[in-house]
């Protein structure tokens, strides 16, 4: 999990950016977004913005470009939140 109050501003602003780029309505309801093939990686991703709560699931091979960098993001900084 990673809560943006608890990041150094200029961290929080990027993982704001990133998340403002989606649409987390359009997501979640086309969630879970399915890939071909087994073995593949599934991203679980909840986000709460604006009052509301969306919940994403996606596998690796069916993730949106502007999820992936959300998800490339919160990959590379996991133990900072």
């Keep these: 999990m ?6 150094e501003a200029p961290m929080a602003a990027e993982v704001e950016h990133l998340a403002s780029k989606l649409d987390l309505g359009g997501l979640a309801r086309r969630s879970p977004l399915r890939g071909r093939g ?4 599934q991203y679980d991703l909840s986000v709460e913005a604006g009052g509301r709560r969306y919940q994403v699931t996606g596998a690796e091979d ?3 470009p502007e999820l992936k960098e959300l998800v490339a993001w919160m990959l590379q ?5």
Aim: proline share 6%; aromatic share 6%; charged share 30%.
């Design 2 to 7: 990673i809560d943006t109050s608890a990041l």
């Design 38 to 41: 087994t073995d593949r990686f």
């Design 62 to 64: 069916a993730v949106p």
């Design 77 to 81: 900084h996991r133990d900072t939140g």
